[in-house]
C-alpha cells in the first residue's frame, strides 16, 4: 500500500485491536470488544489513538478493517432470518450433506442442524442439465408463488441455488430480478455469484452462509462508515478477506461469507514478512488472542491456501462437523484455546480447557468484571506471568487474588492441588490442545513441525509460545514488534486482491488451449472489476491455479499454472504437484481439470533478508518477578526486561520475562534470546 497515514482495525472475540501507522512512527492500543455493537470500540479506539498521535481523522489516508463478526454470527447462530429457494426436489441436499459420519464410532453424534430450517427450504420448477442446456424453463409463476410465504414468514434474506447453476446461472438471475422486483429490500445472494463451482452441497451452503449474515454485515459496515465520518475520517475503508487480500466495503457488502477468517488471515500476512525479513523458510504461524489459537504452515514465504473451510464445527477437529463454505482462505487450524478459554474438571476428573470462552464480558474472574470461571489468562496471573499492573499497557486493571480464587475453587480444591499447581495444569492442557492440533495439521498436509520457526504474536501467544515449542520439537521463537497486535499489523501489508473460480471439466487429452484461454479472460475481467475499485491504476500481478484429479478420483489437487496451456506442460505441473503431496504419481492413468481460478492483485514484494545481528551484548532488567515454570513447576524469581528498552543485539537467558504494552514474552530455563536487526525477539532453546 502507498498510503502514508494508514490504520488497521482488527475485531476479535475479546479484544478490539489497533494501529496506527505514521511515516515516522507507528501507535498502538488494545481494547475490550464491545460484543452488542462492535463498532461502538472501533470508534471510541480510533478517536483515542488520533488524539494520543497528535492528528486529525482527515489525516488518514486508509483504514484497513478485518471482522470475526461474520464467523460469530454463524457460529452463535444470530444471522438474518433466511429462506433458500431450490430446484424442486433438492430441499433436502443441505440437510443430507455429505451423507456420511464424520464420527464413524459415536453413537450419539450430533450434525450441525442447517442454517435453514426445512420449511424455510423452497422449491420451483426448473432443471438445467451438467452441460448448461435448458431441460426444463424457470417457473417464474411457480417463483412468485414464494413471495407471499417470504413476507408471512418475515425473511429478511434468500439464497438462490440451482442445479448446475454453475455452468449456466441464467436461472438463478432471473429468480433474482423477479424477487427483487416484487421483494426490494430483500436480500439475495446467488449460488452462481458467491461460489461458482461443482459440488451442489458445498454451493448451496456457502450461498446460505453469505446470506445469512449480508444483512448483519451490511448493517455493521453502514454503522462503520457512518461512525467514521462522525469524527471526520473520509478515507477509503478497505475489509481484510479470508484470503490475504483486502477488498473494497462494496465487495465486502456482497460478499461477507469471504470474510470469515480476515482477523486471522491478517496475522498470516505478518508472519510471512517475519519469514522473509529473518529468512526463514519453513514457518509455523501461532496466533493466540483471548479467544481462539490459530496455527498455520508457512513454505518458501508462502502460507498454505484453500478453497475449503468449515465454520462452527460441534466437534473439534473432525472434518465434516461444520458449515462448509467454498472461499479463498488461508488453510489454517483454530482451536478454541485464548486468554479467556475456561477451565474445568470434567466427569473423569480430568481439565480441561475451552472450547467455550469467556470473552470480554464478563471475561476472566481476574478482570474484576463478574466473571468466576477460571480461564487461561487467571491461570497465567497466578503463574506470575502477567504483571497485573501493566496488562494492555495499564488501561485494563486486573484483579489476581480473584485469579487465584476462580483457579482453586474450580481446579484446585476439587483435585486437592495447590494454585501454582492448578494453574500449571491448565496452562499445561492448553499448550498441548494446541501442540497437538498443529501435529495433525501438519500430518494431514504430509508435513511436520520440527525444524521450523515458530512466529508467535496475538496478546497470549508470547505467553505460551516458548513451551508450544517444546512440545513441537521446535528450537526458535520469533516474536514481532509490537506482537500484542499483530494481526493489525498484517492488515497493512496486505494487498489489494480477489480471486476468481469456475467449474470447467476438461481432460487433459481433449484440452482446448483456446477456450481455456478465453475462461481466462472472462475470469480477469471480473476479478478486475474488484481491484480497480481499490486499485484504479498500475500493473496487477496474476496467479492462475487448476484444480486436477486423476479421472475417477472424488477430489482434486491445486496446481500452479506457470506455464503455456498445453496438455504436455499440464500434466508435468500435475504430476510434480502429486508427486510432493503423496511421494509417488499413478502411471497410465487420465488426468482432468476440473475447476480454474485466478486471482488478480496489487504488485506484492516480500522484503529482503535482514542483515544477522553483529554485536551482542547482556540486557539489563528493570526487576524481577515470581514465575512458575511449565515444564518443572518450579517456582523462580525470574528477572523481567522492558522490550522497549531493548535494543538490537541484547542478550539474555531464562527463565525470564519480556514486557510490552500488548503481551509479555516468557522465556523458560534453557532458553535464550536476542533482539534481531528489525527488532524482533528471537528465542533459542532446546526441545523437552
Known amino acids: 500500500m502507498t498510503a502514508r497515514t494508514r490504520l488497521a482495525v482488527d475485531i476479535g472475540g475479546t479484544f478490539t485491536d489497533l494501529v496506527l501507522s505514521l511515516p515516522d512512527r507507528t501507535v498502538s492500543a488494545k481494547l475490550l470488544t464491545t460484543h452488542d455493537a462492535p463498532d461502538a470500540a472501533v470508534i471510541e479506539g480510533t478517536r483515542t489513538i488520533l488524539a494520543e498521535a497528535g492528528i486529525a481523522g482527515a489525516d488518514l489516508d486508509l483504514v484497513v478493517h478485518g471482522t470475526t463478526l461474520a464467523t460469530n454470527a454463524l457460529i452463535e447462530r444470530k444471522g438474518a432470518r433466511t429462506a433458500l429457494i431450490t430446484t424442486r426436489g433438492f430441499r433436502d441436499s443441505l440437510e443430507i450433506a455429505y451423507e456420511h459420519r464424520f464420527e464413524q464410532y459415536d453413537l450419539y453424534m450430533e450434525r450441525p442442524t442447517p442454517l435453514v430450517e426445512r420449511d424455510l427450504r423452497l422449491e420451483v420448477s426448473e432443471r438445467l442439465a451438467a452441460d448448461g442446456s435448458v431441460l426444463l424453463a424457470l417457473d417464474e409463476a411457480g417463483l412468485l408463488s414464494l413471495v407471499d410465504?417470504?413476507?408471512?414468514?418475515?425473511?429478511?434474506?434468500?439464497?438462490?441455488?440451482?442445479?448446475?447453476?454453475?455452468?449456466?446461472?441464467?436461472?438463478?438471475?432471473?429468480?433474482?430480478?423477479?424477487?427483487?422486483?416484487?421483494?426490494?429490500?430483500?436480500?439475495?445472494?446467488?449460488?452462481?455469484?458467491?461460489?461458482?463451482?461443482?459440488?451442489?452441497?458445498?454451493?448451496?451452503?456457502?450461498?446460505?452462509a453469505n446470506a445469512y449474515v449480508l444483512p448483519l454485515m451490511a448493517s455493521y459496515l453502514g454503522r462503520m462508515r457512518a461512525g467514521f465520518a462522525g469524527i471526520g475520517v473520509t478515507c477509503p475503508l478497505l475489509l481484510m478477506m479470508s484470503s490475504g487480500g483486502i477488498c473494497t466495503v462494496d465487495t465486502a457488502t456482497r460478499f461477507p461469507v469471504r470474510?470469515?477468517?480476515?482477523?486471522?488471515?491478517?496475522?498470516?500476512?505478518?508472519?510471512?514478512?517475519?519469514?522473509?525479513?529473518?529468512?526463514?523458510?519453513?514457518?509455523?504461524?501461532?496466533?493466540?488472542?483471548?479467544?481462539t489459537a490459530k496455527i498455520t504452515l508457512i513454505d518458501d514465504f508462502t502460507p498454505q491456501q484453500s478453497r475449503h473451510f468449515e465454520v462452527a464445527r460441534a466437534y473439534r477437529f473432525a472434518k465434516g462437523s461444520g458449515i462448509p463454505v467454498r472461499i479463498p482462505v488461508i488453510d489454517m487450524v483454530e482451536i478454541g484455546a485464548g486468554g479467556g478459554s475456561i477451565a474445568r474438571v470434567d466427569a473423569l476428573r480430568r481439565i480441561a480447557v475451552g472450547p467455550d470462552s469467556a470473552g470480554s464480558q464478563p471475561g476472566p474472574a481476574c478482570y474484576g468484571r463478574g466473571g468466576t470461571a477460571?480461564?487461561?489468562?487467571?491461570?497465567?496471573?497466578?503463574?506470575?506471568?502477567?504483571?497485573?499492573?501493566?496488562?494492555?499497557?495499564?488501561?485494563?486493571?486486573?484483579?489476581?487474588?480473584?485469579?487465584?480464587?476462580?483457579?482453586?475453587?474450580?481446579?484446585?480444591?476439587?483435585?486437592?492441588?495447590?494454585?501454582?499447581?492448578?494453574?500449571?495444569?491448565?496452562?499445561?492442557?492448553?499448550?498441548?490442545?494446541?501442540?497437538?492440533?498443529?501435529?495433525?495439521?501438519?500430518?494431514?498436509?504430509?508435513?511436520?513441525?520440527?525444524?521450523?520457526?515458530?512466529?508467535?504474536?496475538?496478546?497470549?501467544?508470547?505467553?505460551?509460545?516458548?513451551?508450544?515449542?517444546?512440545?513441537?520439537?521446535?528450537?526458535?521463537?520469533?516474536?514481532?514488534?509490537?506482537?500484542?497486535?499483530?494481526?493489525?499489523?498484517?492488515f497493512l501489508d496486505a494487498p489489494i486482491a480477489y480471486e476468481v473460480v469456475r467449474t470447467h471439466l476438461m481432460r487433459l487429452d481433449g484440452l482446448d488451449p483456446t477456450l481455456v484461454d478465453e475462461l481466462f479472460s472472462d475470469m480477469r475481467t471480473e476479478a478486475e472489476a474488484v481491484v480497480r475499485l481499490g486499485y484504479p491504476t498500475g500493473i496487477l500481478a496474476e496467479r492462475r491455479v487448476a484444480f486436477m484429479r486423476y479421472r475417477g478420483q472424488g477430489h482434486e489437487i491445486a496446481v500452479t499454472i506457470d506455464g503455456a496451456l498445453d496438455p504436455t506442460t499440464?500434466?508435468?505441473?500435475?504430476?510434480?504437484?502429486?508427486?510432493?503431496?503423496?511421494?509417488?504419481?499413478?502411471?497410465?492413468?487420465?488426468?482432468?481439470?476440473?475447476?480454474?481460478?485466478?486471482?488478480?492483485?496489487?504488485?506484492?514484494?516480500?522484503?529482503?533478508?535482514?542483515p544477522p545481528v553483529t554485536r551482542t551484548f547482556p540486557a539489563e532488567p528493570s526487576g524481577t518477578r515470581r514465575m512458575v515454570e511449565s515444564s518443572s513447576g518450579r517456582a523462580v524469581e525470574a528477572p523481567v526486561y522492558d522490550r522497549a528498552g531493548l535494543s538490537i543485539g541484547a542478550t539474555l537467558a531464562g527463565p525470564a520475562a519480556i514486557t510490552e504494552a500488548g503481551t509479555t514474552t516468557i522465556v523458560p530455563t534453557g532458553f535464550t534470546a536476542y533482539v534481531a536487526t528489525g527488532g524482533e525477539i528471537v528465542l533459542q532453546g532446546g526441545m523437552a
Not at 434468500?158 to 430483500?186: C, G, K, Q, T
Request: glycine share 8%.
Open 149 to 208: 410465504t417470504l413476507r408471512a414468514q418475515k425473511i429478511d434474506a434468500v439464497a438462490i441455488s440451482f442445479l448446475h447453476s454453475y455452468v449456466n446461472p441464467a436461472h438463478e438471475e432471473r429468480a433474482r430480478d423477479l424477487l427483487a422486483a416484487a421483494m426490494p429490500d430483500l436480500a439475495i445472494t446467488l449460488s452462481s455469484e458467491v461460489c461458482r463451482e461443482i459440488r451442489e452441497y458445498e454451493r448451496t451452503s456457502t450461498a446460505v
Open 259 to 291: 470474510l470469515v477468517e480476515s482477523g486471522p488471515a491478517g496475522g498470516v500476512i505478518l508472519a510471512r514478512r517475519i519469514a522473509a525479513l529473518g529468512g526463514y523458510k519453513r514457518a509455523l504461524s501461532f496466533d493466540m488472542g483471548g479467544t
Open 374 to 490: 477460571p480461564t487461561v489468562t487467571d491461570a497465567d496471573v497466578v503463574l506470575g506471568r502477567i504483571d497485573p499492573a501493566s496488562f494492555a499497557g495499564g488501561k485494563i486493571g486486573l484483579w489476581p487474588e480473584r485469579a487465584s480464587q476462580a483457579v482453586m475453587h474450580d481446579i484446585g480444591t476439587p483435585l486437592h492441588m495447590a494454585a501454582d499447581e492448578a494453574a500449571r495444569g491448565i496452562a499445561e492442557i492448553v499448550d498441548e490442545t494446541m501442540a497437538s492440533a498443529a501435529r495433525v495439521h501438519a500430518v494431514e498436509n504430509g508435513k511436520d513441525t520440527a525444524e521450523r520457526t515458530l512466529i508467535a504474536f496475538g496478546g497470549a501467544a508470547p505467553l505460551h509460545a516458548a513451551r508450544l515449542a517444546q512440545k513441537l520439537g521446535i528450537a526458535r521463537v520469533v516474536i514481532p514488534v509490537d506482537a500484542g497486535v499483530g494481526s493489525a499489523h498484517g
Open 570 to 610: 499440464l500434466r508435468a505441473a500435475f504430476e510434480t504437484t502429486y508427486a510432493q503431496l503423496f511421494g509417488r504419481v499413478i502411471p497410465r492413468l487420465e488426468i482432468e481439470a476440473v475447476t480454474w481460478t485466478l486471482a488478480l492483485s496489487q504488485p506484492y514484494a516480500l522484503p529482503d533478508t535482514d
